[in-house]
């Protein structure tokens, strides 16, 4: 008899840590579930297209082009506005690092120093918006122009064949920032008595932009 009330005490207790384990053991299971962090702080599950990987490399480094350019431009004429778009720059060179992490993608910068590039192409426009930026503060301003009508058309392309939601995200930031950067450099250019008729964009893409105000919130 006393090993029956024994045997039942022993089971009640063990009845009672269970109850207090399980919700320990439930986090457990859920942590190791989880997968990589994105730059915005949500967890995804998502695999990548080669056309989202090709994309987010280009990016990367055309993000490093526009900072290299500004920066050289900066040191060529001592004019504000490149230090501080290439402040931006930086930080959008920063949130596509961030995507290339949380999917495990090699970074194409890597310690590449200013001016050089892993795309060949990338390279060349480099090369060529330095020419064109060293012959007048006008060539320059509309250098800069130049670099943000490509990325908000490259930008624009590039959304039109991807689904992931981290991506976009990013991107459509991006985005933002270059139009407030087209802005800038349009109001620059003008206000020397130039103008910018668009590459890549639309006219009316265009006059969107510099007819509106400039958007605020994170870059």
């Known amino acids: 008899m006393q090993n029956r009330t024994t045997m039942k005490k022993l ?25 990589n962090v994105n730059p915005t702080g949500t967890t995804t599950t998502q695999t990548l297209t080669d056309y989202e990987k090709e994309s987010l490399l280009h990016m990367r480094e055309e993000e490093k082009l526009a900072r290299d350019v500004y920066s050289y431009m900066l040191n060529k004429w001592g004019l504000n506005i490149y230090g501080n778009i290439g402040s931006s720059e930086q930080m959008h060179m920063d949130a596509v690092l961030g ?3 949380t999917y495990g993608i090699a970074d194409p910068v890597g310690n590449n120093a200013a001016g050089v590039f892993k795309n060949a192409e990338l390279q ?11 012959i007048s503060l006008m060539d320059a301003l509309t250098v800069g122009a130049t670099i943000e009508d490509m990325d908000l058309y490259d930008i624009r392309i590039a959304k039109e064949k991807i689904s ?17 950067h087209m802005r800038e450099f349009y109001s620059q250019l003008t206000s020397r008595g130039g103008s910018y008729t668009p590459q890549y964009i639309t006219q009316s893409e265009m006059d969107a932009i510099i007819n509106s105000p400039k958007e605020m919130g994170k870059e």
């Open 11 to 35: 089971l009640n207790v063990t009845a009672v840590m269970l109850l207090i384990a399980a919700p320990f053991v439930l986090m457990s299971c859920k942590k190791s579930d989880s997968t």
């Open 124 to 134: 060349n426009l480099y090369n060529t918006l330095i020419a064109k930026g060293d």
């Open 164 to 180: 992931n939601a981290d991506i976009i995200s990013v991107y459509n930031n991006l985005a933002k920032g270059s139009r407030n």
């Open 99 to 101: 995507l290339l992490n």
